[in-house]
């Protein structure tokens, strides 16, 4: 239901992008969610987009992530500046019981 793209090893500062595509039967009218978890933690939220997109952020994040949906393309996004290693860990996508795949962010310093 939901595959996600992106990620990788980046140093301190870097940027990625993490995509999830989303069945269109249900994407646009539901709350999208990326959430991480690094090992011994558990899963947190790290950003939510509502289908008129409104925003929701981890205060840890605030200011160098950007969570964006395509209702065309049932795709949600989140774009990740500045990146820290305390950023590392494995990031999911998440639309009501469903889970993406998860992918690995790892930051060094």
């Known amino acids: 239901q939901l595959v996600q793209s992106g990620g990788g090893l980046v140093e301190a500062g870097g940027s990625l992008r993490l995509s999830c595509v989303v069945s269109?039967?249900?994407?646009?009218?539901?709350?999208v969610a990326w959430y991480r978890q690094a090992p011994g933690r558990p899963r947190e939220l790290v950003a939510s987009i509502s289908p008129r997109y409104t925003t929701v952020y981890a205060d840890s994040v605030k200011g160098r992530f950007t969570i964006s949906r395509s209702n065309a393309n049932a795709t949600v996004y989140l774009q990740m500046n500045n990146l820290k290693p305390e950023d590392t860990a494995e990031y999911f996508c998440?639309?009501?019981?469903?889970w993406g795949q998860g992918t690995q962010v790892t930051v060094s310093s």
């Open positions: 998440n639309l009501l019981k469903w």
């Open positions: 269109k039967i249900i994407f646009s009218t539901k709350d």
